[in-house]
């Protein structure tokens, strides 16, 4: 098993553009997220999704969409890149939304210029 | 806003020292979990509390849990070069939503 992976791990934007975070995940788990990590502010949950077909926003949602059309991937799209936006980006499993551990890929670190 | 927060920020100890780690978190869980992150890697799950229970060990972790102090600790006993990370606590509040504090970085001198 794979497990969770993110692609690409490192990614500079200009400003305006648009780009798409890849999150695949191999463990059939119900339940995906997207994080975004900043120096001293831990993880903040973008977007999360409960199964395919269901998602729904976190704390900083704005700029990002999500969609989740099979089990396996929950990308995450950033509209029109602000340099705001500069984050380590992290995106996680679990089997379900409750009582369960996350798993988590190893990280999008993305650049807003 | 984040549900949880650790203390302190900042950790720096001896090997073979121990080393403890505390988070407070603000509402009602359904469990609190610790996390561990290397430098420039993803997060690994350590362990996970659930508000029914006050104490869980695995290994050389050991993590208590007050819900009446809405507070959790972490240990680490024997210290170890390997165990020089970034931990963090995670609450689960019962609403889908894994929230996290901002951390604490533990040093482990050799």
């Known amino acids: 098993n794979a497990g969770v992976t993110q692609t690409p791990k490192f990614q500079v934007l200009k400003t305006g553009q648009s780009m798409t975070l890849q999150c695949a995940q191999d463990m059939n788990h119900e339940y995906m997220s997207w994080y975004r990590q900043d120096p001293g502010m831990g993880l903040r949950l973008i977007h999360y999704s409960v199964g395919a077909g269901i998602t729904d926003q976190g704390e900083v949602p704005n700029g990002y969409n999500v969609s989740r059309s099979t089990t396996e991937d929950f990308p995450l799209r950033l509209l029109s890149a602000a340099p705001s936006q500069t984050s380590v980006y992290f995106c996680?499993?679990?089997?379900?939304?409750?009582?369960?551990?996350?798993?988590f890929g190893q990280g999008t670190r993305l650049t807003v210029v | 806003s984040q549900q949880g927060e650790e203390d302190p920020q900042a950790l720096s100890i001896q090997e073979g020292e121990n080393a403890t780690m505390n988070c407070s978190y603000k509402?009602?869980?359904?469990?609190l979990q610790w996390y561990r992150q290397n430098s420039g890697r993803g997060l690994v799950h350590l362990i996970l509390i659930r508000s029914n229970e006050r104490e869980k060990h695995s290994g050389r972790l050991r993590v208590t849990l007050d819900t009446s102090k809405k507070s959790s600790s972490l240990l680490i006993t024997a210290s170890r070069a390997a165990d020089t990370a970034s931990y963090f606590c995670?609450?689960?509040?019962?609403?889908?939503?894994?929230?996290f504090g901002a951390g604490t970085t533990v040093t482990v001198r050799a």
């Open positions: 995670a609450t689960d509040a019962r609403d889908y939503k894994l929230s």
């Open positions: 996680a499993s679990s089997y379900s939304s409750r009582d369960t551990e996350a798993f």
């Open positions: 509402t009602s869980i359904n469990n």
